[in-house]
């Protein structure tokens, strides 16, 4: 059977060899995640964003049992920024995923945060279509609030919600990272701690300086205390009520279009740079960029624009 076929039948396996073909960029798995497109749409894909340590890995974990125990499949992808090689995640991490390994119904993908630009939000797209394509009911993100790469994957996620911790800045850590245009859903994890009811009056205060549309209705604002597993069932149902309003109101359909023009941009621009990369060290053994330039023999500005005619042909010279 080809790999899509057996991507599509359920195969774990296979699932997780046409991940690592994507996170490799290798050309074959471009074909097989187009061959998928068609079969996904479904998964309803939720971001959980916040700082290191407030909490999410541990949500995310009791958020999958809440979800499994209403019956649906889950897929998580886990973005760890604290590994910058393989796909390694930190120890309480696999601990809490070898809880789920005995259940079809999970399918975790921890990824490594990569330097390269948009190759993070690649990746995790590459990784949400193989899911949905499988058919898992729920995608969850876990990602930290930080870089451009992750706010661009909650963003496009269909529910975002944006946990806060008490202690670290109140509310400075929603509007500095730029999360409040964002966040769905806040979740105010550790309220255990002293100071989680000050977070939440100001989460309350931004609630209502915030103007409602059709995206953001109401943004509800919840307490958990996700070691203890408190709050969780009431987190999950936002999650889900927020799901049903944006399917109903055409938000979905809107961000569900912005996110595929996103992963139209991060290919187009990884393919792109790739390409003009290998032209340019092809330029260097052919005809000596570096010292053309170093002599005046020849401009930055015309070497990009030559390039650029080589690989957009109807592209106008010079035309920047
Ligand atoms: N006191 C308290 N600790 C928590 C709570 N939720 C998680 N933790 C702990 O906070 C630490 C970081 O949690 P983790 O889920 O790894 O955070 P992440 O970095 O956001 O994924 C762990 O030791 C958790 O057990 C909570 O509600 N209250
Ligand atoms: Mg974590």
């Known amino acids: 059977m080809m790999l899509v076929e057996r991507v599509l039948s359920g ?84 601990i809490r995923m070898q809880r789920h390994a005995e259940d079809p119904g999970v399918f975790i993908r921890s990824l490594a945060t990569r330097g390269h630009l948009g190759g993070l939000s690649r990746s995790t797209s590459d990784v949400v279509t193989v899911l949905d394509a499988m058919g898992f009911d729920m995608v969850l993100i876990e990602t930290v609030g930080v870089g451009q790469d992750e706010v661009d994957i909650v963003r496009n996620a269909h529910t975002s919600v944006v946990v806060l911790v008490p202690g670290l800045g109140d509310e400075i850590q929603v509007m500095k ?13 550790k309220a255990d701690r002293p100071g989680a009811e000050r977070v939440l009056a100001e989460l309350e205060t931004i609630q209502r300086i915030v103007t409602p549309d059709a995206d953001h209705a109401e943004i509800p604002i919840l307490k958990t205390v996700a070691a203890r597993n408190e709050g969780i069932a009431e987190l999950a149902d936002a999650v889900l009520t927020h799901g049903d309003a944006i399917r109903t109101s055409g938000a979905w359909e809107r961000r569900e279009s912005t996110r595929l023009a996103d992963v139209i941009h991060s290919v187009l621009r990884e393919r792109m740079t790739a390409e003009f990369e290998a032209r340019m060290a092809e330029l260097e053994r052919t005809s000596d960029l570096s010292r053309r330039l170093l002599a005046r023999d020849t401009s930055p500005y015309e070497v990009a624009a030559d390039l650029l005619a080589a690989l957009l042909p109807s592209a106008p010279p010079q035309g920047d």
């Open 11 to 94: 195969d774990i396996r296979a699932a997780a060899r046409l991940m690592r073909l994507a996170d490799d960029r290798d050309p074959a798995a471009r074909a097989q995640l187009a061959a998928l497109f068609p079969h996904t749409g479904r998964a309803h894909i939720v971001g959980v964003t916040g700082n290191p340590g407030a909490g999410k890995s541990t949500l995310v974990d009791m958020l999958v049992k809440v979800f499994r125990s209403k019956g649906k499949t889950v897929g998580v992808v886990a973005i760890d920024p604290s590994s910058p090689f393989s796909g390694g995640a930190i120890l309480g991490d696999r």
């Open 177 to 189: 990272a730029g999360l409040l245009e964002i966040a769905d859903i806040f979740c105010v994890n």
